[in-house]
């Protein structure tokens, strides 16, 4: 059982049309971070948020990271085919820090 | 080059073979991790050292899992009596932090093993 469930597992769109990919859990974290994974890759950080509301904004994307830290959203703005890939959210808890959570992820494909 | 790199990229093994992979981490990064890839599934944490000392194997599934970073840098992960269901890709990631929560680790481009 993932403690981060994100949703929805696949998400299929046109070029030019808006997104949204949920990160939910009934636990705390101390912060979260939004990775993207390509075929055959590592996951590469995104972006982390700490504090409850906070968002942040990179280029098209928007990362919203719940009032109480236990959900975050991110939103694609116009996708294009660049943006396809595997979106997965991690989480870090206190003490246990240095070992991130992560969620099952969210394969995104932007069709041309 | 400058990122994490592992080897071998690719393993097929026999199920009941030991394997051995290894994790060049971002040279003087004070922390390492490994995490295991099942497909179509998140990362799931195994172990976490900072230089030498394995400070959290809670991740490990079975005593079959060892890991070891003898000089705190390169760092190897074996995989003894290998089973099917060890099949996954197997990351490294390092970290200039001693504490990762809210700071950026890199990832290795992962090691994929099978075991047929």
């Known amino acids: 059982t993932q403690l981060l469930e994100q949703s929805p597992q696949f998400l299929s769109i046109q070029e030019g049309e808006n997104l949204t990919v949920y990160c939910n859990s009934s636990s705390v974290f101390s912060s979260l971070q939004w990775y993207r994974q390509e075929p055959g890759e590592g996951p590469v950080l995104l972006v982390t948020v700490v504090t409850g509301g906070e968002v942040k904004k990179l280029k098209r994307l928007t990362f919203q990271f719940g009032d109480a830290r236990k959900d975050s959203s991110l939103h694609i703005t116009a996708a294009q085919p660049g943006d396809t890939g595997l979106y997965l959210c991690?989480?870090?808890?206190?003490?246990?820090?240095?070992?991130?959570?992560f969620g099952g992820g969210t394969r995104v494909l932007v069709k041309p | 080059g400058a990122g994490v790199s592992q080897s071998p990229r690719y393993k097929v093994a026999k199920r009941g073979q030991d394997v051995a992979l290894r994790c060049d981490p971002i040279s003087g990064h004070v922390s390492l991790f490994w995490y295991q890839q099942a497909l179509g599934q998140g990362p799931e944490f195994l172990t976490y050292f900072q230089n030498e000392a394995q400070l959290d194997k809670s991740g490990l599934p079975s005593d079959r899992f060892f890991a070891e970073r003898p000089e705190g840098s390169v760092s190897t992960l074996k995989i003894q009596r290998t089973q099917q269901e060890d099949s996954a890709v197997y990351l490294c990631a390092s970290s200039p932090y001693r504490v990762s929560s809210g700071n950026t680790i890199y990832f290795g481009e992962g090691s994929w093993l099978t075991v047929v």
């Open positions: 991690a989480g870090a808890r206190g003490a246990a820090g240095n070992k991130l959570t």
